[in-house]
């Protein structure tokens, strides 16, 4: 049996699964660390786990010969900043723990059993309250001296945009001038009720469409995944095909555009399913070390 936790700024969702299936989940509010925590362990304390998996909102600390490993680090979530999250769950549980970014675990949810399936590399990009993306290359999670933060590369300016940005540490950065926030305050209006001939959604267009070029040009994966809230407007995503053709100008051949760029397969569960299926990878790699 093998247990998930999808650890969001707004809720963790916890789950136990047992031969691909899940048996039981549920969603706790993400207050303060001990609080959350507390619910968390009083979940899986029913149960007993070979594994677990752990994608959390980040920054987070996977550097194994750091000090910081294991640790939520700089995050605008208000008590969570070096709290040593991986610690507390294993002094707990002495079971074999996967533990990445909630985009990285999303990303090998689909990459496994959502729109990638079949497939050896992905993009999972969240548009959301805020914008982040993770990596999976040869079935395995990407990852360097830090775990990528694709949300807040720099992009070149809409000639017709001349909103500050909302990023607290670059402004104008990808995260700054198209996640959720910078569509209020553009507009004052939320993303759900704005027309869809609103001049805004060709701005938003404009910048995701210049990141995913920026990531395919890098990366070359085989398909990139459109996730989270501000996704949910389908002629959005026309949009952002339309400009990622356009701004590629032919440069690069990728496949048809309608299959390289596409939504996510399992909508409001990638994180999850990605977490119980690191939990599972993760205990099977322990076991065959041993």
Request: charged share 20%; hydrophobic share 35%.
């Amino acid at each position: 049996m093998y247990g998930g936790i999808e650890a969001g700024g707004t809720k963790f969702v916890c789950a136990v699964s047992n031969e691909g299936v899940i048996i039981e989940k549920i969603s706790i509010p993400t207050t303060t660390p001990e609080e959350t925590v507390k619910h968390v362990l009083e979940f899986f304390d029913q149960y007993e786990v070979d594994a677990l998996g752990i994608g959390s909102f980040g920054p987070i600390g996977i550097n194994k010969n750091a000090e910081n490993y294991g640790y939520v680090l700089a995050t605008p979530k208000k008590g969570w900043t070096n709290y040593n999250f991986l610690g507390t769950i294993k002094k707990h549980y002495a079971v074999p723990i996967a533990w990445t970014t909630d985009v990285n675990a999303a990303a090998y949810g689909e990459l496994v059993k959502g729109a990638a399936k079949g497939k050896k590399s992905c993009i999972y990009l969240t548009v959301g309250t805020g914008i982040g993306a993770g990596v999976v290359i040869e079935d395995n999670i990407f990852s360097g001296i830090a775990h990528p933060e694709m949300g807040h590369i720099w992009v070149k300016r809409h000639s017709k945009d001349v909103y500050e940005g909302t990023c607290p540490y670059h402004k104008d950065c990808l995260e700054g001038l198209a996640a959720g926030p910078s569509i209020k305050a553009r507009t004052g209006i939320k993303g759900q009720n704005l027309p869809k001939d609103h001049p805004v959604w060709e701005i938003q267009a404009f910048y995701i469409a210049q990141a995913l070029i920026n990531y395919t040009l890098t990366l070359a994966p085989e398909k990139i995944i459109l996730g989270g809230g501000v996704m949910n407007q389908e002629h959005l995503l026309q949009k952002i095909r339309q400009q990622f053709v356009k701004q590629m100008n032919g440069y690069m051949e990728t496949p048809a555009i309608n299959e390289y760029i596409v939504r996510w397969g399992l909508p409001n569960e990638s994180g999850i399913i990605g977490s119980l299926l690191l939990a599972e990878k993760e205990y099977k790699k322990k076991n065959n070390n041993q």
